[in-house]
Nanobody
Framework: VQLAESGGGSAQAGGSLRLSCAIS????????MGWFRQAPGKWREGVAT???????RFAASVKGRFTISQDTSKNTLYLQMNNLKPEDSDNYFC?????????????????????????RGRGTVVSVSS
């Protein structure tokens, strides 16, 4: 499984960016996918996740400003970021669970911003100026 992020860049506070994550080599329907952010030397922070039932979860710091969506026909995951703040500046990466939707039928699995998803991309940098 390979993931490639794009869409990062510079924005003014209050502006918007949309990140894309192109996923290739996927031969199954993953249970959980998400966006995370991590600067060098800092802890990883979960930003937003979506499970195979369409349930989304967001970090408190981005709730109401960011949305996560997917286009299954294009195998692409998106993160729409609105009303950006300087503290949103970071390296954003997408990640996919190795567990399948079938493995997790019946609610036996958890998909959230603190999930540890096994496949991840290298990230795209977002820089927000005040």
């Amino acid at each position: 499984v390979q993931l490639a992020e794009s869409g990062g860049g510079s924005a003014q506070a209050g502006g918007s960016l949309r990140l894309s994550c192109a996923i290739s080599g996927l031969t199954y329907r993953p249970y959980c996918m998400g966006w995370f952010r991590q600067a060098p030397g800092k802890w990883r922070e979960g930003v937003a996740t979506v499970d195979s039932n369409g349930i989304t979860r967001f970090a408190a710091s981005v709730k109401g400003r960011f949305t996560i969506s997917q286009d299954t026909s294009k195998n692409t995951l998106y993160l729409q970021m609105n009303n950006l703040k300087p503290e949103d500046s970071d390296n954003y990466f997408c990640a996919v669970d190795q567990a399948t939707a079938e493995d997790c039928a019946g609610g036996v699995c958890y998909c959230g911003i603190d999930s540890d998803l096994q496949f991840r991309g290298r990230g795209t940098v977002v820089s927000v100026s005040s």
